[in-house]
């Protein structure tokens, strides 16, 4: 497939960051079509474009949006319907490997407030939020003066536009914490607290920020819409499958010649990708790679066709997840990138829930000595078995993101793992006893 | 009380660790300012305690870290007690229990970087520098700390000062950098603004710009961004002639707001090249406008009620929020929406 500039667009702009860019490369055109929009029209523009979100779960945006209780016409509102809508971006970018809305923010910071702006208007909301990873300091900057500017110029503020809507946006700073990218943890965090996931259902979008219906969308999810809302939902489907449509930028990192924010449609393979990378490093050859970041199952040189979207990636056993693409070669070994990656997740568990606390802990022990040549044969199973007890137990997904490296690891790579065992351990491989099931694994 | 076995982590993460913040004598005070910016700070959301991780940044900006002072002031303003924001703080890798040197250097040693070199750059610069992770050099130049994944993987391996970037890091470079901070430079960041130091960038994250004065500020946001990983899809497709398909027409038959027509909206796909400068300046006037400090009258979260989240019934007076802020005053109120009047429950 060819590079498709629509997000990355203004990317190498002069001062790209400013309004004076943005506007003169249609920036708030989008905004102004969409004010003269229902917010049900612009709801149903989104969903018939097939958007899906790009924070790394791929549900479908229109259909997040449509979840928002709305007062009916004529009858006086109660519950959820009642309350105010908000609206919070999911800017807490911190997944390793994952890059794309950093630069994006920092590069195009108006097409995220401008999608804020749409994406607000179609919930009805009234004051929205940009939470920033707090590390991201300069795209905290870049987005607050784009903020500033955008009020300046009458894009958001009071009676938007002359279209008598208002609408407030803040960007607000995070302070550390990759659990903060769990959309309810943030919301957490958002509120003043520890940043630490809720149990779901409810939903975000009856009960999220204070209680009331919340929208959580990721940067580029949102970056998109006004291209979505410009283009159309017709032009949008051009790229890409149908059931995943859209440009995507896929951040190519690791052992490439030539690193960097590729922005194609999606469906795009790595065989491509790797091609506009400049391919592996000259005498190296591809060892592995994540599609989506370090929460997504490992991927290796057998799967360089499968189309990167979210369904063939899912269906080839992986996870699209961010198309945090990073690339590992033969020189790299893949038991101390898997014992790194265990460590992130130890580290940023938020200690919530006992299986992901307590396991991924014990997964690092684990790893750490067979790194260091003192496993066992016992420990490969042991491994399994831990992951097993993580897996699906946990409030939020970073439990079972902490198994994923370990699992396809050890499904592609066992020879890997293999080969640090003591060798009377290898010796005993072929005899090791299974473990007594533990609960509901029976 | 004993922090959780074998993890050092484990203590942060659980707050278990019963020495959450040291008590250093000679800290610059916590001043009525400080207290007047917290109000700033709480007037920009519907409910006052969201304001208080900007907060802990802010006094964070002041004292080079959360001081019990800090802790003290925040409790106070938002009504809650210190243990609560104690809590809160200590969940944070950003909110620091010891004072923290002038500048603070991270190194990522995620797996990505670790491999193509930063966990050499990490050792051999804590080496030279005679500190292990979150430990601050005895001249007070640099308080150094081992990073998870800054979102840079394409500039791997990269280290940031203050949050800064410093890309595509090697060892020598990376040891000229923290020598040149210890000299008391401020080598420029790769991508990222100029630096001031770790208490500057702490005063942006709450919200306010590290520059009292607008040309500096408006500096700062015209810092360098886009590197060459950043732009190369966009050049490569340039090359290529490659470009998304043209949009064939806005949808149709629908009114448009404003005075001026979007007459460039139904276009073809824009060709990269035909960037024209920008012109200087961007808004330094609505960045730095702030001026009123919210009347506030005290904050009205009373823990008791806010313990059983996310079901618990809605306090009064939440709805009015959103609604009922004021415009903007004509320079533009920035991100705080001018705070007067956001509704607080009271």
Redesign the interface.
């Given at each position: 497939m060819?590079?498709?500039?629509?997000l990355?667009?203004?990317?190498?702009?002069?001062?790209?960051?400013?309004?004076?860019?943005y506007e003169?490369?249609?920036g708030y055109?989008?905004w102004?079509?969409a004010?003269?929009?229902t917010p049900d029209e612009l709801v149903t523009?989104v969903k018939d474009s097939g958007l899906r979100g790009r924070g790394g779960a791929g549900f479908p945006t229109g259909m997040k949006w449509s979840f928002i209780p709305q007062p009916k016409p004529g009858e006086t509102p109660t519950g959820p319907a009642?309350?105010?809508k908000?609206l919070v971006v999911n800017a807490d970018?911190?997944?390793?490997?994952?890059?794309k809305?950093?630069?994006l923010m920092?590069?195009d910071p108006h097409s995220l407030v401008e999608g804020v702006a749409i994406a607000s208007y179609a919930i009805r909301?009234?004051?929205a939020v940009i939470y920033v990873?707090?590390?991201?300091?300069?795209a905290?900057?870049?987005l607050?003066?784009a903020?500033?500017?955008a009020?300046?110029?009458?894009h958001?503020?009071?009676?938007?536009?002359?279209?008598g809507y208002?609408l407030?946006?803040?960007?607000?700073?995070?302070?550390?914490?990759?659990i903060c990218g769990e959309e309810?943890a943030l919301?957490?965090?958002?509120?003043?607290?520890?940043?630490q996931p809720?149990l779901k259902p409810?939903f975000p979008a009856v009960?999220?920020l204070?209680?009331?219906p919340t929208v959580v969308n990721n940067v580029e999810t949102l970056a998109s819409v006004p291209f979505v809302?410009?283009?159309?939902s017709?032009?949008f489907k051009?790229?890409g499958p149908e059931k995943s449509p859209g440009?995507k930028?896929?951040?190519?990192?690791?052992r490439v010649v030539?690193?960097?924010?590729?922005?194609?449609p999606m469906g795009t393979t790595m065989r491509e990708l790797l091609a506009?990378?400049g391919g592996v490093r000259p005498g190296h050859e591809l060892k592995f790679w994540t599609p989506g970041g370090?929460s997504t199952p490992y991927f290796t040189a057998d799967h360089l066709d499968v189309p990167l979207d979210f369904d063939s990636v899912a269906a080839a056993g992986s996870m699209l997840g961010t198309t945090?693409l990073?690339v590992?070669d033969e020189t790299?070994s893949i038991v101390e990138?898997t014992l790194?990656?265990t460590e992130?997740y130890?580290?940023?568990?938020?200690?919530k829930c006992t299986p992901c606390?307590e396991g991924t802990?014990w997964l690092v022990?684990i790893l750490e000595r067979l790194v260091a040549g003192h496993g066992t044969a016992r420990d490969l199973d042991l491994l399994t078995d831990t992951c097993d007890n993580i897996l699906g137990r946990s409030f939020c997904a970073l439990g079972d993101g902490a198994t994923s490296c370990i699992a396809s690891s050890l499904k592609y790579f066992r020879d890997d793992y293999v080969a640090l065992l003591p060798a009377d351990e290898q010796g005993r491989l072929g005899r090791t006893l299974h473990l007594e099931p533990v609960g509901a694994m029976a | 009380m004993s922090a959780l076995p074998?993890?050092a982590?484990?203590t942060a993460?659980?707050?278990l660790d019963s020495s959450a913040v040291e008590v250093h004598g000679d800290l610059p005070p916590l001043t009525e300012t400080t207290r007047a910016e917290c109000r700033e700070i709480m007037a920009?959301?519907?409910?006052p305690?969201?304001?208080?991780?900007?907060m802990?940044?802010l006094v964070q900006s002041v004292q080079g870290y959360v001081s019990p002072e800090g802790v003290a002031l925040c409790a106070q303003e938002?009504g809650l007690t210190k243990a609560e924001v104690g809590?809160?703080a200590t969940?944070?890798?950003?909110?620091k229990r010891r004072p923290t040197g002038r500048h603070l250097v991270?190194v990522c040693?995620?797996?990505?970087c670790?491999?193509?070199g930063g966990q050499k750059i990490y050792d051999e610069v804590a080496a030279e520098l005679g500190v292990h992770h979150d430990e601050t050099t005895a001249d007070g130049a640099i308080t150094l700390e081992h990073?998870?994944?800054?979102?840079?993987?394409?500039?791997?391996p990269v280290v940031?000062v203050?949050?800064?970037?410093y890309d595509q890091q090697d060892v020598a470079a990376a040891l000229e950098l923290v020598a040149a901070l210890r000299r008391g430079e401020r080598p420029a960041p790769t991508?990222?603004?100029p630096l001031t130091d770790f208490l500057g960038?702490s005063r942006?994250?709450?919200?306010f710009s590290q520059h009292a004065d607008a040309a500096a500020a408006q500096s700062?946001?015209?810092?360098p961004?886009?590197g060459?990983?950043?732009?190369?899809?966009?050049?490569?497709?340039?090359e290529?002639g490659?470009?998304?398909?043209p949009?064939?027409?806005?949808?149709p038959e629908?009114?448009?707001?404003?005075e001026e027509p979007?007459e460039?909206?139904v276009?073809g796909?824009?060709p990269?090249d035909t960037?024209?400068?920008?012109?200087?300046g961007?808004?330094p006037g609505?960045?730095a406008?702030d001026a009123e400090v919210a009347a506030a009258s005290n904050p009205a979260e009373r823990s008791g009620a806010?313990q059983n989240?996310?079901?618990?019934p809605?306090p009064a007076g939440?709805?009015a929020?959103?609604?009922d802020?004021?415009?903007?005053d004509a320079?533009?109120?920035?991100?705080?929406?001018s705070g007067t009047s956001?509704q607080r429950e009271v």
């Open positions: 060819p590079l498709t500039p629509v990355t667009s203004r990317f190498a702009e002069e001062r790209s960051w400013t309004i004076e860019t003169r490369t249609e055109a989008a102004r079509t004010l003269g929009m523009l009642a309350k105010p908000y970018e911190g997944e390793p490997g994952t890059c809305d950093l630069p920092m590069a909301c009234h004051y990873r707090g590390e991201a300091v300069h905290h900057r870049r607050q003066a903020v500033a500017e009020y300046a110029a009458g958001l503020g009071r009676d938007v536009h002359g279209s208002d407030d946006v803040i960007v607000h700073a995070g302070a550390g914490a990759y309810t919301l957490d965090s958002l509120e003043g607290r520890r940043g809720r409810p009960a999220g204070y209680g009331a809302v410009r283009g159309g017709a032009w051009e790229f440009p930028i896929y951040s190519v990192s690791g030539h690193p960097g924010q590729y922005e194609a506009m990378a370090s945090a990073m590992f790299d990138a790194r990656f992130f130890a580290h940023e568990s938020c200690g606390r802990y022990q | 074998g993890s982590e484990g993460v659980t707050g920009r959301y519907p409910v305690r969201s304001a208080l991780l900007p802990l940044h938002l809590a809160v969940f944070y890798t950003m909110f991270s040693t995620n797996t990505l670790a491999v193509l990073a998870e994944c800054l979102a840079a993987c394409d500039y791997a940031t203050d949050y800064e970037f991508r990222g603004a960038v942006q994250l709450a919200g700062a946001v015209d810092g961004s886009a060459v990983p950043t732009l190369r899809g966009v050049r490569l497709a340039a290529r490659e470009t998304a398909p949009m064939a027409a806005g949808p629908t009114a448009v707001f404003g979007p460039t909206a276009s796909e824009e990269p960037a024209v400068p920008g012109e200087g961007g808004t609505a960045q406008a806010e989240h996310p079901d618990r809605e939440r709805e929020a959103d609604r802020a004021p415009a903007p320079d533009g109120q920035a991100q705080s929406g956001v």
